[in-house]
């Protein structure tokens, strides 16, 4: 009976052996041990309310931005548009936007002597690029186009030049002919003549072709522009010796281009003008031949013809009809910006 008591007193005695055993809690599935005296249950994460100061930011190592921005901070834009070194992409930039203009790169060189065409040409930056008075040129279009522009041509040897369309080529054929004749005449030496048998005397003679000629690529002829130069007899001149401009492209026309039934000619115009930087006369006119026998469509010219230190030169652009009628200002235009130096 002693002991009987004795198990109930410890019990009821604060720290006892018996308090210090909690009740096990049974659930289903297995067993959970009671929480410990006082201590409330964690809410779930979802509803566990937001710390000042969050968690450490975490750094992947697989990327490019690695130790620069953590896994959930935003990039920024410069990030996505020039990487991860800045640096490297915006030298390359810089340097091709200096370059460009010096290349013409998508027409950008064009584009800048176009905004003061007439301070570029004063200065022939148009031998390099097409110019052109257009607003937006080459871009007038709606894109890229050098139609409307004109690229000059200097010779320094003969002293002549002129501005062409800027969709013309250079005649490959008469290029490589000259080229010829001039290998031809350095040989003139007496002493390299003899060594190669003579073969300088060979030398084809001035005006058996035109000295250098430019036209649209891929076409036959039909629409071209050349420059001839002729030797003259000694005291020849435009006005002593030719007479007026009309009277002049008349006896021009009449002993050159005309032949009765096959080509007949027709006088449109003429002028005289001065050439800008020597004064010499030119005499600029226009006309118009039909072939009746060839049932060939018709063609204008627009010619330009100076003499200068007894040299003849003459300067034609001859297109098709056509093509007469739809750009006419741009064969004058051409016509009108040759000039003997």
Do not use: H
């Amino acid at each position: 009976m002693l002991s009987i008591f004795a198990a109930a007193a410890t019990s009821l005695v604060p720290g006892g052996a018996a308090a210090a055993r909690p009740p096990r809690l049974r659930a289903r599935g297995g067993r959970l041990c009671s929480p410990p005296p006082g201590a409330q249950p964690e809410p779930p994460a979802s509803q566990q309310p937001a710390t000042a100061e969050g968690e450490a930011p975490r750094y992947s190592s697989n990327w490019s931005g690695a130790g620069r921005f953590s896994d959930d901070e935003p990039l920024p834009l410069w990030f996505w548009l020039l990487g991860p070194r800045p640096r490297r992409a915006l030298l390359p930039a810089l340097g091709a936007t200096l370059l460009a203009p010096a290349v013409n790169l998508w027409g950008s060189g064009s584009f800048l002597l176009s905004l003061a065409p007439e301070a570029a040409r004063a200065r022939r930056l148009d031998t390099f690029y097409p110019i052109s008075d257009q607003r937006f040129y080459p871009y007038s279009a709606g894109g890229l186009d050098y139609g409307p522009g004109f690229q000059r041509y200097v010779d320094p040897a003969s002293r002549f030049e002129f501005r062409y369309p800027a969709n013309y080529v250079q005649d490959q054929a008469v290029f490589l002919r000259n080229a010829d004749r001039a290998y031809a005449q350095r040989t003139m030496d007496p002493a390299l003549a003899a060594a190669r048998g003579g073969a300088a005397a060979r030398a084809p003679p001035r005006g058996s072709g035109p000295d250098v000629a430019f036209g649209p690529p891929g076409q036959a002829g039909e629409e071209n522009l050349s420059v001839v130069i002729g030797s003259l007899v000694a005291g020849f001149s435009l006005r002593g010796t030719l007479g007026p401009p009309a009277e002049a492209a008349e006896r021009l026309l009449q002993s050159s281009i005309a032949k009765p039934g096959v080509r007949e000619t027709t006088l449109l115009g003429s002028f005289e003008r001065a050439s800008a930087q020597t004064g010499l006369p030119l005499y600029q006119f226009e006309y118009k031949v039909e072939y009746p026998s060839l049932n060939k469509a018709p063609t204008y010219t627009v010619c330009v013809v100076g003499a200068k230190r007894d040299n003849l030169f003459t300067f034609a652009s001859r297109v098709p009809a056509a093509e007469w009628e739809a750009r006419p200002e741009v064969y004058r235009e051409a016509a009108s910006s040759f000039e003997l130096l």
